[in-house]
């Protein structure tokens, strides 16, 4: 059975929890967890029905520990000074541009969780033949900012009922009830950081010349992403082809029951382990595919590292 020590940075985001969670559903064991936290009022963490105190950042002793997980935004100097000491790192906050290698010194970052959604259902799909286009609109929770999302959407939705004032801190513009166009500043180009960050992953998978469009929505719901996805590709492909692809794919469920019941709603996928995919379509000329796929945006990546780090203990047992 692989084991290994852990620090954890964020164990109390919706990241760290769902980390802990898929870990703790399966055989990779944890002789000392190291919950991280940067905050003034440290607190405790639950993990296979124990409670792990949270410890101050800057008193950590990266000796006792070979890897450090991060699921907090913006923890730059903690990852660089976790690498520095000879840590693995992996960062799957989506904070960093995704690259890296898994080795001690270097700090790993995961594509953000809205990447690796999109990327589950082309990257199959894009076997089927030559594509000329690829473009998604992604609506996404406000889980994206991690607790601080969701207390904005709380607060406000509260507020707006008992007709009081309401912050607009995390967002420009008020979430609740409301839908925003885009999250952070965009580039000269137009395009939101989030929005970037697929692209780049995207554009990996298919031909070069092939033009890949991404809009991302901040929708008033908490946890959960959806996207609609459009292919065109230079020659037909039958529904059937498209099914089948899916379905061999790891980390893709297709929903195909006949009526409403058929399209996946976000919470369909809120707590498991796949990127569902319903309304599979195709174009009159058979050349175009659309389809829409909802998928758990904190359990993705977190399955993810739980590979990663089942792949580390493996290694220090050999």
Request: aromatic share 6%; proline share 7%; net charge negative.
């Amino acid at each position: 059975m692989s084991s290994m020590n852990l620090a954890l940075l964020g164990a109390d985001t919706a990241l760290g929890t769902a980390l802990l969670d898929v870990i703790a559903d399966s055989p990779l064991r944890l002789p000392q967890l190291f919950p991280l936290s940067i905050g003034d009022e440290p607190g405790l963490i639950e993990f296979r029905g124990e409670d792990y105190p949270e410890l101050p950042l800057d008193e950590f002793d990266w000796a006792q520990v070979p890897v450090l997980v991060n699921c907090l935004p913006d923890a730059d100097a903690a990852l660089d000074a976790a690498a520095q000491a000879g840590l693995t790192v992996i960062d799957l906050t989506g904070s960093r541009p995704a690259g890296g290698k898994l080795a001690r010194g270097q700090v790993l970052s995961l594509p953000d969780p809205f990447s690796q959604q999109l990327a589950s259902v082309v990257a199959p799909l894009a076997e089927l033949g030559r594509l000329l286009a690829v473009s998604a609109t992604g609506l996404l929770s406000v889980s994206t900012e991690g607790q601080a999302g969701v207390d904005a959407l709380s607060g406000q939705t509260r507020a707006l009922f008992a007709q009081t004032e309401h912050e607009t801190a995390v967002y420009a513009k008020r979430i609740a009830y409301n839908l925003l166009g885009g999250f952070g500043e965009p580039d000269a180009d137009g395009h939101t950081p989030e929005e970037k960050a697929a692209l780049a992953l995207l554009r990996r998978l298919v031909p070069d010349d092939c033009p890949v469009d991404v809009t991302c929505v901040r929708t008033p719901h908490f946890f959960g992403h959806g996207a609609s996805v459009s292919l065109h590709f230079a020659a037909p492909v039958t529904l059937e082809a498209a099914a089948d692809a899916l379905k061999a794919a790891e980390r893709v469920f297709v929903l195909q029951v006949p009526g409403a019941a058929g399209m996946a709603a976000s919470q369909d996928a809120v707590g498991g382990d796949k990127v569902w995919v319903s309304r599979l379509r195709r174009s009159p000329d058979g050349r175009s595919l659309t389809l829409w796929s909802v998928a758990d945006n904190t359990r993705l990546p977190a399955l993810a590292v739980l590979q990663l780090l089942t792949l580390i203990a493996a290694r220090q047992g050999a």
